[in-house]
């Protein structure tokens, strides 16, 4: 009788190492908006077969933080009217919808799982982890919509999901933003626990302003970078 063999196994979190890999240097800016990544060049310069590469910039384009354009991906480029448009939607659905939670909290397990990614953000902070606090933040900003009940809202809020982990990766990688960002995480925080919808409203609205300004002044060095002549990742898909 034939011995059952298993399957070779694959080299184990190889398309994981290249998408952080390539996080990195979207949020170092060593990759910055406008440039073109193809899988050919990408792999000769990392190392690496074409299918991690593959699989690390679809997971990319899932996140928002490239996009497919004809034969090429591209690093989504944002002017000062993105900026704003962006921030003016979000201005206008999350301050409504923290405000919407803060006041039907019920639910300490949800009170205590947005804690614990507050607290996990304060640990890399502290470390200057920028990766660990980037997912800790995130973790955190995905926890209270949970608790929105009007899913037409939640849905509206959705919709900009993609722009939102762009913008993450680029700003929270400043050390000033992430000590900003752990502020308004705190101020938050403390809102859903006073179950103070309108102060809720008020620390969302001031969150988002500041976020708004740290994401300008990162713009505007990336801006200067690639004005000065950056290098760039180019190339089309065969």
């Not at 953000?121 to 009007?150: Q, R, S, Y």
């Not at 102060?199 to 708004?212: D, K, P, S, T």
């Amino acid at each position: 009788m034939t011995p059952a063999l298993k399957p070779v196994d694959r080299p184990a979190g190889l398309a994981d190492q290249v998408y952080k890999t390539l996080r990195e240097y979207l949020g170092g800016r060593v990759i910055v908006p406008g440039q073109r990544l193809q899988e050919a060049a990408l792999a000769l310069q990392l190392g690496v077969s074409r299918t991690p590469v593959r699989e690390a910039l679809a997971r990319l384009e899932s996140d928002g933080l490239v996009a497919a354009e004809g034969r090429s991906f591209i690093v989504p480029v944002l002017s000062d009217a993105d900026v704003d448009e962006i921030y003016e939607l979000r201005g206008l659905l999350e301050p409504a919808a923290l405000a919407q939670v803060a006041e039907s909290m019920a639910d300490p397990r949800m009170l205590a799982r947005i804690a614990a990614a507050l607290r996990a953000a304060e640990a890399a902070n502290a470390k200057g982890d920028a990766e660990a606090f980037i997912e800790a933040n995130a973790c955190f900003h995905a926890a209270w919509p949970d608790l929105v009940t009007n899913r037409r809202l939640l849905r509206a809020i959705a919709l900009n999901a993609g722009h939102i982990r762009y913008l993450r990766v680029l700003t929270l990688n400043n050390v000033a933003a992430r000590k900003a960002a752990l502020a308004g995480m705190k101020n938050i925080l403390a809102a859903l626990r006073k179950r103070d919808g309108e102060r809720a409203r008020r620390v969302m609205h001031e969150h988002l302003g500041v976020a708004r300004r740290h994401l300008r002044l990162v713009l505007d060095d990336i801006r200067r970078e690639v004005a000065a002549g950056a290098p760039a990742v180019s190339a089309e898909r065969p």
